[in-house]
């Protein structure tokens, strides 16, 4: 099992920056692809950003290329999403993914593909 925490979620207007932190437990931290997914009220949960295993790749929504950058730290076991630039539709909770590094390939974007979550963290954006 891996257990994942987020952290830094909050309320920011519009224009600001947001830092996000998911720290891993349980497991070889290095072992897992790890994404970032987002939920907004009344809408089903969207692919934001993902990082492989060993930084080599990463991946994000069109939507927030240019504005998001997301980052991992293995030695201290978490992946990070830097949000600049950020809008009200920005708004929604937050959640990170992990999925074993040895298992099939994956896209990356498919919320379906990951085998553990974070319980999220809410990011409101205000106008």
């Known amino acids: 099992q891996v257990q994942l925490v987020e952290s830094g979620g909050g309320l920011v207007q519009a224009g600001g920056s947001l830092r996000l932190s998911c720290t891993a437990s349980g497991r070889t931290f290095s072992n897992y692809n790890m994404g970032w997914f987002r939920q907004a009220p009344g809408k089903e949960r969207e692919f934001v950003a993902a990082i492989s295993w060993n930084v080599y790749s990463t991946f994000y929504a069109d939507s927030v290329k240019g504005r998001f950058t997301i980052s991992r730290d293995n030695a201290k076991n978490t992946v990070y999403l830097q949000m600049n630039s950020l809008k009200p539709e920005d708004t929604a909770v937050y959640s990170c993914?992990?999925?074993?590094?040895?298992?099939?390939?994956?896209?990356?974007?498919?919320?379906?593909?990951?085998?553990?979550w974070g319980q999220g963290t809410q990011v409101t954006v205000s106008s």
């Open positions: 993914a992990a999925r074993n590094r040895f298992r099939p390939t994956m896209t990356f974007r498919d919320r379906g593909e990951y085998d553990y």
